[in-house]
């Protein structure tokens, strides 16, 4: 069955997340900077314990996770270890809490960190910094049992190959908790399925298949035998993306998500799967309302927060 997956806010449910800038913290002492990230950690675990139960009680499988759930966790001036904060011990705890709820739910968690993560870059600066943001990640993932930190391949920067060569080499070198979780997605201007689908399948990395991006830069490759290709890289449930273009595929810029999700960009292949499908979709929860259902009356089954819970 199809679990469907809400990514990161809300645009009706009065739920969300809190940040902050480096800016606004490097005009406060060190003391009160810990403080006020402290209290932004507590009210994000909070959000998220409510983001997770709306999940629970609408029917909606999964939940991806902000990546910004610790704000400027690793910013090169204001970076903190968790340890350093005032009530650190309750952040963890709270965190947790939410793990034990998803678990308890049958909610898969997600991350998908923003496109500054680029481990194929050729400045080892570049690569260092976004190591060090999916090492944040999966410490956080491990508290609320999220399995999934998925990222693009990168830059081109002129030679794919090689940029794929020093990926791979990147891959290697990652601590376990972060291996473990991640995974590489298709994306709308440089990297292909058939680009990345043999670099994932010769290094055991997952491929999330992103059928918005296939067909703003397609390849050759049938949505069938990339859908096909993409489960076989998972040893447990696929992820793959869904949305539409705001101003149709035939247009000059086909890129951008619309606000809701088309049931014909839905792909007849993945009606009888046992996957999780996020909905990139502006209008967030609503979008998947309207999606599930669309769905529902066209025989797809849509599984339930609950009837698959996770080891």
């Not at 030679?159 to 997605?185: F, H, I, N, Q, Y």
């Not at 992820?239 to 088309?262: A, M, N, Q, T």
């Not at 599930?292 to 080891?311: E, H, K």
Request: with cysteine; glycine share 6%; net charge neutral.
């Amino acid at each position: 069955m199809i679990r469907l997956g809400l990514c990161c806010k809300f645009h009706r449910e009065p739920i969300a997340f809190k940040t902050t800038t480096a800016a606004a913290l490097a005009r406060l002492p060190r003391a009160r900077q810990l403080e006020k990230l402290a209290a932004l950690a507590l009210a994000n675990a909070g959000a998220l314990q409510r983001a997770l139960a709306y999940c629970a009680a609408h029917g909606i499988g999964a939940f991806r996770v902000n990546s910004q759930i610790l704000p400027v966790k690793t910013h090169p001036q204001q970076a903190y270890a968790v340890g350093d904060l005032p009530e650190s011990a309750a952040i963890v705890a709270a965190f947790e809490a939410c793990g034990r709820f998803a678990r308890r739910h049958g909610l898969r968690l997600t991350f998908h960190p923003d496109q500054f993560i680029l481990l194929s870059a050729p400045d080892p600066e570049i690569v260092r910094r976004s190591v060090m943001d999916l090492i944040y990640q999966a410490e956080v993932a491990e508290w609320i049992h999220a399995d999934v930190i998925n990222i693009h391949a990168g830059g081109g920067y002129g030679d794919k190959p090689a940029a794929l060569a020093r990926l791979a080499a990147a891959l290697a070198s990652l601590p376990a908790g972060v291996r473990a979780r991640l995974t590489l997605e298709n994306d709308d201007r440089i990297y292909t399925p058939a680009d990345l689908l043999t670099f994932c399948e010769k290094t055991g990395t997952p491929f999330v298949y992103d059928v918005h991006h296939h067909r703003c830069l397609p390849d050759g490759l049938t949505v069938s035998a990339v859908t096909a290709r993409a489960r076989a890289t998972w040893d447990r449930e696929p992820l793959l993306h869904v949305s539409s273009p705001k101003e149709g595929y035939g247009s000059s810029r086909p890129g951008p998500h619309h606000d809701f999700i088309d049931p014909d960009d839905f792909p007849e292949e993945w009606r009888t799967l046992d996957a999780t499908i996020e909905v990139e979709a502006k209008a967030k929860e609503v979008a998947i309302e309207r999606l599930q259902a669309a769905l529902t009356a066209r025989g797809v089954p849509i599984t339930s927060p609950g009837s698959r819970p996770r080891a």
